[in-house]
Nanobody, 123 residues
Framework: QVHLVESGGGLVQAGGSLRLSCVAS????????VGWFRQAPGKEREFVGT??????YYPESIESRFAISRDNAENTVYLQMNSLSPEDTAVYYC??????????????????WGQGTQVTVSS
């Protein structure tokens, strides 16, 4: 049984940083793609970035503020977020996909999801 758990969310001031963690059981992050998404109230779930055995991929909207890394020994993926703004306020989710040959960016490409962690950025 696959189980993903996010942690590290919280309240931070604009300009600050947070690091989110996603710990997995029942799936190998070494093999699968792990993506991060976020969803703000009243908005659709948005792709933030993904990491596969090939590397990382981010949408242009994220630019270089966010970085995804992986600790295979701990089966954990991290999302480092810098220069946060109130527009980054959302629930952040990690998800796993077996489609790791390319960079999956759509929610329907991911079969397993965590419960989410709230990130709130104050102005």
């Amino acid at each position: 049984q696959v189980h993903l758990v996010e942690s590290g969310g919280g309240l931070v001031q604009a300009g600050g940083s947070l690091r989110l963690s996603c710990v997995a059981s029942g799936v190998s992050f070494r093999r699968d793609a792990v993506g991060w998404f976020r969803q703000a109230p009243g908005k659709e779930r948005e792709f933030v970035g993904t990491i596969t055995w090939r590397g990382t991929y981010y949408p242009e909207s994220i630019e270089s503020r966010f970085a995804i890394s992986r600790d295979n020994a701990e089966n954990t993926v991290y999302l480092q977020m810098n220069s946060l703004s109130p527009e980054d306020t959302a629930v952040y989710y990690c998800a796993a996909s077996s489609d790791s040959f390319y960079y999956p960016t759509r929610t329907d490409e991911y079969g397993y999801w965590g419960q989410g962690t709230q990130v709130t950025v104050s102005s």
